[in-house]
């Protein structure tokens, strides 16, 4: 339908579809996303296998896209299999402790325990090793959706260019070169990331590609991928870096600007304060014909050309490893040897998730297995609790908490992980309640495969209309 969201909502005669897609939306059923913004997850070829990190992930349309492409995949290769036997997962970022809970919110609508939210700067994401074998936690695909100018969404957007500035790309060029660099290196070899953009702006998109071209030469390369049916255009080539003089002075326009070909031609000014704001890297000239070559591969969206927002991607893999990684590596595995016991929490969100594990000789955890009934199959070892007095207990597939045990300093900031399966009973009654715990709403379809008490089947369908 291509129909405005304020006449969805005033418009008496859509009303039932406005509610119904307002109630599917709260449960989990359907999620409203900018169609260009469903192209990193789609072009990253994720599959149900993969560890996927999202470095800059609220509001959560594409970590849910990434979540329902593994999860499909998992269901499809079998059918009978449980939701929580998935081996791929999601680590979901965002630098703001209030988009991270904002996130939170969102993925708990999708009720998978393969999911954990932390809130970390995305350039300054920490390297995690695993203790008993050395291995470092890398990712088998990384999503880089990067903070921009959004000078492309000019669709959503239309007052954005009331406040263009030249300057709002100069100042994120260098954030986005180091989200770039740090997703590349938290990439295994073989590994693909997706580097994406909602600006159509060179400095921050192929000058950012180039840039970490040159810095690790044939140890990445572009790929040539694409949608069919979806138009696109190839990356640029060549570029002017441009400064805004004057913001308010319109009178003339093609005046108010400042254009450059080349940082040498920024150095002949002598010009402190411009030396500083702009770098080599995002000047064009700066880059051999051969990776000019290369970023023909990049993928740009024009918004006339199908009615959605503007939009950049580029799909890059990495063929070889860094010789920056092997040393973090090097250097964990030898903080690791001198450690003894954990630092305290490094805590950047007002509320940090700091779990336990569940025991499974815990009495209520032992009665709660014998009131439902769930067999010894049921994977105890694998449920959490934010503190001692348990009174949520969450889930967490086995891939997913192999990774986050690598935290052996608790470096990440957690927000929260997996999805709840056990919540303590509030009664008035005290103790009157037959089972301490109640299954949660959210978790259930990881519990019901192992009951075999408190169970009532009905093929009738109308008993469950009633």
């Known amino acids: ?29 359907l999620t409203r996303q900018e169609i260009v913004s469903m192209l990193p997850p ?25 979540l329902e492409l593994i999860m499909s995949q998992h269901m499809k290769k079998n059918k009978k299999a ?9 680590i979901a970022n965002d630098a ?21 939210i932390v809130n970390h700067f995305a350039q300054n994401f920490p390297f995690l090793v695993e203790k008993e074998s050395g291995e470092l936690m890398q990712f088998d695909r990384v999503m880089c959706d990067v903070p921009c100018s959004s000078d492309a969404a000019i669709r959503k957007l239309p007052q954005k260019w009331l406040n263009w500035d030249t300057k709002d790309s100069i100042e994120l060029h260098p954030i986005q070169l180091k989200i770039l660099q740090t997703g590349l290196e938290l990439l295994k070899v073989g590994g693909k990331i997706a580097f994406s953009t909602c600006s159509l702006n060179p400095i921050e998109d192929e000058a950012v590609v180039a840039a970490v071209l040159k810095q690790y030469g044939d140890k990445i390369k572009i790929l040539e991928t694409g949608v069919e ?14 400064t805004l003089k004057n913001r308010k002075d319109d009178s003339n326009p093609q005046d108010n600007f400042t254009s450059f070909d080349s940082f040498d031609d920024v150095t002949l000014r002598k010009d402190s304060k411009l030396e500083e704001a702009l770098y080599p890297t995002m000047f064009s000239s700066n880059y051999s014909d051969e990776i000019k070559q290369e970023l023909r591969k990049c993928l740009r969206v024009l918004p006339h050309y199908q009615d959605t927002s503007g939009f950049f991607i580029t799909v890059i893999t990495k063929v070889k490893e860094f010789d920056e990684v092997v040393e973090k590596q090097k ?8 450690s003894v016991q954990k630092v305290p929490c490094q805590v950047m969100g007002s509320r940090q998730f700091e779990y336990i594990k569940v025991p499974r000789k815990d009495p209520d955890m032992e009665y709660l297995m014998a009131y439902y009934g769930l067999s010894k199959e049921f994977p105890v070892d694998q449920l959490i609790a934010p503190n001692e007095e348990m009174k949520k207990i969450y889930f967490v597939t086995k891939p997913l908490m192999r990774f986050m045990s690598a ?40 519990v019901v495969p192992y009951m075999t008490k408190r169970i009532i089947r009905t093929r009738n369908a109308e008993v469950l209309k009633q």
């Open 1 to 29: 339908m291509n129909i405005p969201k304020y006449l969805l909502r005033k418009n008496y005669g859509l009303e039932k579809v406005q509610n119904l897609i307002r109630l599917s939306n709260e449960a989990g059923m």
């Open 42 to 66: 789609l072009l990253a070829d994720i599959q149900s296998h993969h560890s996927v990190f999202d470095m800059c992930a609220a509001p959560g349309s594409k970590t849910a896209q990434a």
């Open 82 to 90: 449980n939701v929580d036997e998935v081996d791929g997962f999601v």
């Open 96 to 116: 703001s402790s209030k988009r991270a809970f904002m996130l939170t919110h969102q993925m708990n609508r999708l009720n998978t325990a393969n999911i954990s």
């Open 229 to 242: 049916g979806f138009k696109f255009e190839k990356g640029l080539t060549s570029w002017k870096v441009m």
């Open 331 to 338: 250097a964990q595995q030898e903080k690791l040897k001198d």
């Open 407 to 446: 935290d052996h300093f608790n470096e990440l900031s957690l927000i929260t992980m997996g999805c709840e399966v056990f919540i303590k009973n509030k009664s008035k009654h005290g103790n009157a309640v037959e089972c301490i715990y109640r299954i949660a709403q959210d978790g259930i379809m990881n």
